[in-house]
């Protein structure tokens, strides 16, 4: 079955970064277009980012563009999200997502707090 499985999540003081890790199993990784979402007590979850299937094409919400940075490895069916100059407001659970699978993993929690 299909299975996504967040890591890298942690506390991290304000300007600092972290590197999240998506590994994906289940499904034709390279097929499929991928995502980061969060979400944030008491808040919806959010689109983070999102990349093509090959990784050519990429885009932002605007509250990340310029410190976040999504990439994948297709062979190794894992997604990865470069979080530098983190803040506060970034504290969140993350979660990753294929599109066309309804699947979501268990996320893994970001806290940006001194």
């Known amino acids: 079955q299909v299975q996504l499985v967040e890591s890298g999540g942690g506390l991290v003081q304000p300007g600092g970064s972290l590197r999240l890790s998506c590994a994906a199993s289940?499904?034709?990784?390279?097929?499929?277009?991928m995502s980061w979402y969060r979400q944030a007590p008491g808040k919806e979850r959010e689109l983070v980012a999102g990349?093509?299937?090959?990784?050519?094409?990429?885009n932002y919400a605007d509250s990340v563009k310029g410190r976040f940075t999504i990439s994948r490895d297709n062979t190794k069916n894992t997604m990865y999200l470069q979080m530098n100059s983190l803040r506060p407001e970034d504290t969140a659970v993350y979660y990753c997502?294929?599109?066309?699978?309804?699947?979501w993993g268990q996320g893994t929690q970001v806290t940006v707090s001194s």
């Open positions: 997502k294929a599109l066309y699978w309804p699947t």
């Open positions: 289940g499904f034709t990784f390279s097929r499929n277009p």
């Open positions: 990349i093509g299937s090959a990784g050519d094409t990429t």
